[in-house]
């Protein structure tokens, strides 16, 4: 059962141009939820976070969006530039006790110059 | 902001043997840290949560007597894979949780290791 979904395996966007990661999540519980930034044989590096008590967290060229309602939420970069060439994890968790992330299948993003 | 390492980064080793990894934060306290597992193309993975001093808590499908997981102090914690199989082959990352106060950020993940087993 994927608790977090992230439909689209892989989006190519041009530089300079807005990148939009989607994700989904089925557990209602989640109140916590993050975006991770992956390369090929490294771990996750932490992007973006956002609390179930916000709908929009930015922080300079990204911007996580969340829609309780839907259980949507999206990541934004822009400008999109080549270094943003990575996979995307989305992660979600309870923002309560000891519970673990648990992690989409990511986005593979190319930013293409 | 905190570091996790992991060691060895990539080992490669012969069908029946064990693999030990090994997860430290370098500078933080970590109560917990999480094991995952990702395969090519995959999701991460949860193999299993380990609490310091305590017996980790393992996830349905992963075999706790082939992946011993020791968390010894605050901050290490171990994964041995045992009698190692090709089909072991994967992307082992750990993470570790930040004891002090909350923080949204506060779980921070390992470089990874590679295991071949041939």
């Known amino acids: 059962d994927q608790q977090v979904k992230q439909n689209s395996p892989s989006l190519s966007v041009q530089e300079g141009r807005i990148s939009i990661l989607n994700c989904d999540y089925t557990?209602?519980?989640?109140?916590?939820f993050l975006w991770y930034k992956k390369y090929p044989a490294e771990g996750p590096t932490f992007l973006i976070s956002?609390?179930?008590?916000?709908d929009k967290n930015e922080d300079g060229r990204f911007t996580v969006f969340l829609n309780k309602s839907a259980k949507h939420l999206s990541l934004h970069i822009v400008p999109s530039q080549p270094g943003d060439s990575a996979v995307y994890f989305c992660?979600?968790?309870?923002?309560?006790?000891?519970?673990?992330?648990?992690f989409g299948k990511g986005t593979r993003l190319s930013v293409i110059a | 902001g905190a570091v996790v390492s992991q060691h060895p980064s990539w080992v490669i080793c012969k069908s029946g043997t064990s693999v030990k990894i090994e997860c430290r934060s370098l500078?933080?306290?970590?109560?917990?840290m999480f094991w995952y597992r990702q395969f090519p193309k995959q999701s991460l993975m949860l193999m299993a949560t380990?609490?310091?001093?305590?017996?980790?808590?393992?996830e349905q499908g992963v075999e706790k007597d082939k992946f011993l997981i020791n968390h010894a102090s605050l901050t290490l914690s171990t994964l041995t894979v045992t009698s190692a199989h090709p089909e072991d082959s994967s992307f082992y990352i750990c993470?570790?949780?930040?004891?002090?106060?909350?923080?949204?950020?506060?779980?921070?993940f390992g470089p990874g290791t590679r295991l071949t087993v041939l």
């Open positions: 993470s570790a949780r930040y004891s002090g106060p909350r923080s949204y950020n506060e779980q921070f």
């Open positions: 557990n209602s519980m989640f109140d916590y």
């Open positions: 956002i609390s179930s008590i916000k």
């Open positions: 992660a979600a968790r309870r923002n309560s006790g000891n519970t673990p992330l648990v």
């Open positions: 500078d933080f306290q970590a109560t917990t």
């Open positions: 380990s609490n310091e001093g305590s017996k980790a808590t393992y």
